[in-house]
């Protein structure tokens, strides 16, 4: 059974650091590309980042540009999201996911695999 759990969120101030991580089971993350998202209350859901299968380019949101940093630990089948020099704005629960087919690229991916959430507050 494919499964996504995410954790790491939580409250932190504006300026502060926060550490997601997204554990796989049921198959092997780094053959997929995986995506992370985020979505405030009365919001769309938005792309933050995404790391391809294909070629293992990273892309990040404008918004987090710079802030923000995708990673990997194969050995644990995990994913990460660094983020850095929070603001209140990106107050929202974030989410992994995974692209329904190996070994593409993150512009053609479709996500079908979708964790729980973990929750990000950012206070000012």
């Known amino acids: 059974e494919v499964q996504l759990v995410e954790s790491g969120g939580g409250l932190v101030q504006a300026g502060g650091s926060l550490r997601l991580s997204c554990a796989a089971s049921g198959f092997t993350f780094d053959d997929y590309a995986v995506g992370w998202f985020r979505q405030a209350p009365g919001k769309e859901r938005e792309g933050v980042s995404c790391i391809s299968s294909s070629d293992g380019i990273t892309y990040y949101a404008d918004s987090v540009k710079g802030r923000f940093t995708m990673s990997s630990d194969n050995a644990k089948n995990t994913k990460y999201l660094q983020m850095n020099r929070l603001k209140p704005e990106d107050t929202a629960v974030y989410y992994c996911?995974?692209?329904?087919?190996?070994?593409?690229?993150?512009?053609?991916?479709?996500?079908?695999?979708w964790g729980q959430g973990t929750q990000v507050t950012v206070s000012s």
């Open positions: 996911a995974a692209d329904a087919h190996p070994g593409r690229s993150c512009l053609g991916a479709h996500f079908t695999s």
